[in-house]
């Protein structure tokens, strides 16, 4: 399925063009009707000779709706531009040419409508050379010209063959797998309930699915498709579609949300792009300047953040970083177009080339530029390293985020693991088909050495501060790395296997330290053991000993094992602790089970420390309280 779009000034024809084409009128509003102009989108749709069916988006030409027309032009396979014979080239017919070199539309085709006011065929040539001049540098070079009479249906064949000509070359969308649907339409049906309008790219939706509508987080299910008024149980990517949706409300959705897939997308306040100043922009563009800011069917005001320049010169290209006010879902390799809110005037536009950068860019960083102008375009490795940056990301958001084709993002995942280039943030290989669907996470080898280097930084600064401490807690560490919660033990993990700390399930250490003891502290130390030894089950509370020894002495013979904690205040002699723990276990085996009374009998000690132990082996899941007695598990 392929789209057209309709572009030129207003009072040019645009609608009565695709009346008279398709015998749609595309002027839905009531207003638009009694005006006779197109204030909104219109659609219609229509069968090509070759049985190819296409779907029409009829635009507004005049100059205060440009808002509405850029949220249709976005989605289309084919541009016709309408421009009147009697009135040649205006100020919108150039408005909407610019807009379309912008957006890199691919083809096109020029219809010279009201041919049949032009009595005169030199005259009709001459406004034809005007609009060849026109299209001179733009992706419309190349475009034919046709005239035509939407009255008289003179020329309505041969634009019809070149539309088809036109199409026959045309690649079909892509399917990667990642169905989104921009909203361009929303509206409530009686016995239906809401339902959304769009073109459907990069995948396909099925009656069923289960749906989110973002920004706004809001979850739906596909109730039905439909397109050119034919129900379907699956819509392929460019077709237009209107999707009914239940679980959510019509009045919650508005123009510029995305339909897609739970959790495929993620809406961003930072958009990095390529910009192209227009030749015809009316002043330079300067570092922070607002503007109006357009992709798909959305629009949001943003703030220019110029990377490489301090300004943009009409006519210049270079690298922003879009700060916009609201969130807004985009995919690398989207068009936009920015516009200044008043005077209102198309400045410029280009394509998206990191729809969620993590964080603002510093600006004039030849690093930064570097990737970049790799996302522009580099190979698909170069593409998903760039895409990457400095983040860890499960494999198949980081395709999903690439836009690559499914078969050349698993052959660059697989080449870019193979050579080092990715680090995979868990054991074992996957099969190379299975690789962009994989939740196998994966940082850049440049990003996983500046991890390890400021893992090993706390890690041992810790050890110097503490050195008497076997390690530095993981959760300390955890709020000193600059990690995602969700890889934070994947990421310690992979560190460990490759040497660089030792992890257990509470601390982390260099593989290098040791806790070494001075000659007075190694005799205090022996002091208080001789202690535990004397009563090995009454021995001194933990208050006495931390007076002796301190507590950083003391924690260090409970983490080097010497001293077991069983309670706040309790503590054993290992080996006192392992007779304790043995004896036990042996009489609760003939006998059963074993009450707090008891096993102060049976050590001859008090209470407290007889509840201690018992509570250190239920803790240990050595023991079981049922009641007042204990029993092995």
């Not at 019809?160 to 797998?177: I, Q």
């Not at 922009?281 to 992709?295: G, K």
């Not at 600059?482 to 490759?498: E, H, I």
């Not at 022996?526 to 202690?531: A, F, G, S």
Request: net charge negative; hydrophobic share 40%; proline share 5%.
């Amino acid at each position: 399925m392929f789209v057209i779009g309709t572009a030129g000034h207003v009072d040019h024809g645009k609608s009565t063009l695709i009346h008279a084409l398709t015998g749609i009128n595309p002027d839905r509003l009531a207003e638009e009707q009694a005006r006779q102009m197109t204030i909104d989108l219109g659609f219609a749709w229509l069968t090509l000779p070759s049985g190819r069916e296409v779907s029409i988006v009829d635009v507004p030409g005049h100059e205060d709706f440009v808002k509405n027309m850029l949220a249709g032009i976005g989605g289309i396979d084919v541009a016709l531009l309408v421009v009147a014979a009697d009135e040649a080239v205006m100020p919108q017919t150039r408005e909407h040419l610019a807009i379309l070199d912008l957006l890199e539309i691919p083809r096109g085709l020029v219809a010279l409508t009201k041919s049949d006011l032009i009595e005169d065929p030199e005259w009709l040539e001459l406004v034809a050379e005007e609009v060849r001049e026109e299209l001179q540098g733009t992706v419309l070079e190349q475009a034919r010209i046709v005239p035509v009479s939407a009255t008289k249906g003179a020329g309505l064949s041969e634009l019809v063959t070149e539309l088809d000509r036109l199409l026959s070359s045309a690649e079909p969308r892509r399917d990667v797998g990642r169905p989104r649907l921009p909203i361009d339409r929303v509206f409530t049906m009686s016995g239906f309930g809401t339902v959304v309008t769009g073109t459907l790219s990069d995948g396909r939706f099925r009656v069923g699915d289960e749906v989110q509508i973002e920004p706004g987080h809001l979850s739906a299910r596909i109730r039905g498709l439909q397109s050119h008024r034919h129900k379907l149980d699956e819509a392929e990517p460019g077709t237009r579609v209107a999707i009914n949706l239940s679980g959510v409300a019509g009045d919650a959705l508005e123009r510029g949300q995305v339909v897609a897939r739970p959790g495929a997308f993620t809406p961003t306040l930072l958009v990095d792009a390529r910009l192209r100043l227009l030749k015809s922009a009316p002043w330079a563009l300067e570092h922070n300047a607002e503007v109006d800011f357009y992709s798909g069917a959305m629009r949001a005001q943003a703030h220019v953040r110029l990377l490489d320049a301090d300004a943009l010169e009409p006519g210049q290209s270079g690298w922003v970083q879009f700060r916009l006010a609201n969130p807004a879902v985009v995919a690398r390799g989207d068009g936009y177009v920015i516009r200044s809110a008043s005077p209102s005037y198309t400045l410029g536009g280009g394509r998206i080339v990191r729809p969620t950068p993590q964080r603002r860019h510093r600006r004039f960083r030849q690093e930064v530029l570097a990737q970049l102008e790799a996302l522009l375009g580099g190979a698909p490795e170069d593409v998903l390293l760039g895409v990457l940056g400095q983040e860890i990301l499960e494999a198949r958001e980081l395709v999903g985020r690439s836009g690559l084709p499914t078969q050349g993002a698993s052959e660059a995942l697989s080449a870019l693991l193979a050579n080092g280039q990715l680090v995979p943030l868990q054991d074992g290989a996957l099969p190379l088909e299975t690789l962009p669907q994989s939740t196998l996470p994966v940082v850049s080898a440049e990003t996983w050495r500046a991890m390890v280097d400021e893992m090993l930084i706390s890690v041992r600064a810790y050890h110097e501060r503490y050195p008497l401490r076997a390690g530095m807690p993981r959760e300390e560490l955890k709020s000193r790395l600059r990690v995602p919660d969700r890889f934070f033990n994947r990421v310690l993990d992979r560190a460990g296997r490759d040497g660089y700390v030792l992890v257990s399930a509470t601390i982390v250490r260099s593989p290098a330290h040791r806790i070494v003891l001075s000659a007075e502290q190694e005799q205090a130390v022996e002091k208080v053991l001789h202690l535990f030894r004397e009563n090995p089950f009454s021995p001194p509370p933990l208050s006495q000993a931390e007076s002796e020894l301190g507590a950083e002495l003391m924690q260090a013979l409970i983490e080097d094992g010497r001293l077991v904690k069983v309670s706040d205040d309790v503590l054993f002699d290992a080996e006192a602790h392992a007779q304790m723990e043995k004896r036990l276990v042996a009489h609760l085996r003939e006998h059963g089970s074993v009450t707090v009374a008891q096993v102060r009998d049976l050590f001859g000690t008090s209470r407290r420390y007889a509840l201690g132990l018992l509570e250190d082996l239920d803790g240990r899941r050595v023991t079981k309280r049922m009641g007042d007695v204990r029993v092995l598990r």
